[in-house]
């Protein structure tokens, strides 16, 4: 049996797979709404766009004629740009992309991640139209833009532009930069208060957040918050600043109103971060240390720290389904289950863990889980990887551009565990010899639960049976072949709202 102070210590964000598009990127950014985009920088020239089962819905390139869109000074030709950073209006209908820099004529003097000065070329934003998934409209702001916030209002975006040393305030009515904030030596970080009238920004070659008041442009500074402050986000409703310090290898929670500093110790480079929607928990990828570590921000301890490909730099929250979706610099994007949060939120569980919710539901029904009966889930009897873990089989059917890995950790004891049986499926719950595609609504480790669950889907008017092996497995559905239980799982999601995957007996 596990003990609970033995599960306290087990990892609980797992890789569900990964998108590997010929993509390079940058960040990553949510509408909330379904969609999340990845900026492949000059790399690519490329922002590509991918549904929540990590499907790409558009490939959308980065050339653009300027005079088209009412800048005459340039030639009636196309450039290209270099996608690094984005941000999506409050309704998730347009996506704002930042460019690094412009290729083409017209542009002989591109900024630089070193470079500092008035003297280098300006670059554009692009407004994404993300119905069409066309380039609507662009704005020319500063040198080499990288982190853009907009006003919850809508009404104003605020971006960094690190080689020129300033911050540009565009309109988003007139769709046109308003004012120029020289603000310091190379700013990154941006965020606005909730009542749209003050941006922060992090000036990574100092030790201070400048503060930006969006109706009379005012400018102030916070002091001495630690070394290169890279990325900023406000929470407790403004009152308490997070900021990532890349030198530091830390994150520091910052009271606004009393000025008190907590840290917490990060891996190697910490960069981009994200928040639950609560702000309980606080997610930072470490560059240097090829990983993301999760924080609790009422504490600031860390709670996990997890493994990621090389050059980890972008990340964003698909919270819905307590996912985290981390961009590597390195050509693909890492997406992660984190059972504690979902647990959490749920409840349903074996040890505090919703095993049914782990596998990805897609609606193409290309990443369908499928697990064949000779395949089966055991535990670790050697204790070979210093720790006894409950080990998830590979058989993620999936599109070309998703990868799994092998082997994921579950639940880690101190103890040995009883290794399972490998005729661990009761074929007496089999419906019928015809019945080969179980559609797993839910994996319980207590019988009750199982039996719950399979009492609800029976009021909704599903024949259930229940898998009994090392969990009780609550089958919603049987079919003869998979293409009838690919339906069934749409089916299941979409009228009961459960994460649904294929049993194959």
């Known amino acids: 049996m596990v003990s609970l102070s033995s599960f306290s210590q087990a990892k609980r964000i797992i890789k569900k797979h990964e998108i590997r598009d010929g993509i390079s990127p940058k960040s990553v950014v949510t509408n909330g709404q379904g969609l999340f985009a990845a900026q492949n920088m000059m790399y690519r020239h490329t922002i590509t766009v991918y549904d929540v089962y990590g499907n790409r819905k558009a490939k959308i390139r980065d050339e653009v004629n300027l005079r088209e869109f009412g800048y005459s000074e340039y030639p009636n030709k196309k450039i290209k740009g270099g996608p690094v950073e984005g941000a999506f209006t409050n309704d998730g209908k347009y996506l704002w992309v930042s460019n690094y820099n412009m290729e083409g004529e017209g542009f002989e003097n591109p900024g630089c991640d070193a470079c500092n000065g008035s003297e280098f070329d300006p670059s554009f934003l692009y407004k994404i139209d993300m119905g069409t998934f066309e380039i609507a409209s662009v704005v020319k702001v500063g040198s080499v833009p990288k982190f853009l916030a907009i006003s919850n209002d809508d009404k104003k975006l605020v971006v960094s532009n690190w080689s020129s040393g300033d911050v540009s305030i565009v309109d988003l009515e007139k769709e046109e930069e308003v004012k120029r904030i020289k603000v310091g030596i190379h700013p990154r970080g941006v965020d606005i208060t909730e009542d749209s009238k003050t941006a922060y920004v992090t000036v990574m070659g100092s030790t201070k957040i400048a503060e930006i008041d969006l109706e009379n442009y005012r400018l102030n500074y916070i002091e001495d918050v630690g070394r290169a402050p890279r990325s900023l986000i406000l929470g407790n409703h403004d009152s308490i600043m997070y900021i990532s310090l890349n030198s530091g290898g830390s994150v520091i929670k910052y009271n606004r109103y009393t000025e008190e500093k907590i840290t917490c110790k990060t891996g190697g480079g910490p960069r981009s ?179 719950t669950r399979a009492t609800e889907l029976m009021s909704k008017g599903y024949s259930t049976t229940i898998i009994q092996g090392n969990l009780s497995y609550v089958s919603a559905c049987c079919f003869s072949n998979r293409k009838e239980a690919e339906q069934g799982a749409k089916d299941v999601k979409l009228n009961t709202g459960y994460s649904a995957w294929i049993l194959k007996r």
């Open 273 to 451: 971060m994200c928040m639950t929607p609560e702000g309980d928990y606080l997610y930072v990828v470490n560059y240097f240390a090829r990983s993301f570590s999760k924080i609790n921000t009422k504490n600031m301890e860390l709670v996990e720290e997890v493994k990621t490909a090389d050059k980890p730099i972008g990340i964003c929250g698909n919270w819905d389904d307590s996912e985290i979706w981390v961009a590597c610099y390195s050509g693909r994007i890492e997406i992660f289950k984190d059972f504690h949060l979902d647990s959490l939120r749920h409840g349903n569980s074996m040890l505090g863990i919703d095993l049914s919710s782990f596998w990805a539901f897609n609606k193409s029904a290309s990443t369908t889980r499928e697990v064949e009966d000779t395949e089966d889930t055991e535990f670790a009897p050697d204790g070979s990887n210093n720790e006894n873990e409950i080990l998830l089989s590979d058989s993620l059917e999936t599109t070309e551009n998703i990868v799994n890995e092998p082997v994921m950790s579950v639940v880690s004891a101190k103890k040995p565990l009883t290794p399972i049986n490998k005729d661990r499926f009761s074929k007496k719950s089999v419906i019928s010899p015809d019945c080969t595609y179980h559609v797993i609504a839910g994996s319980f480790s207590v019988p009750e639960n199982a039996q």
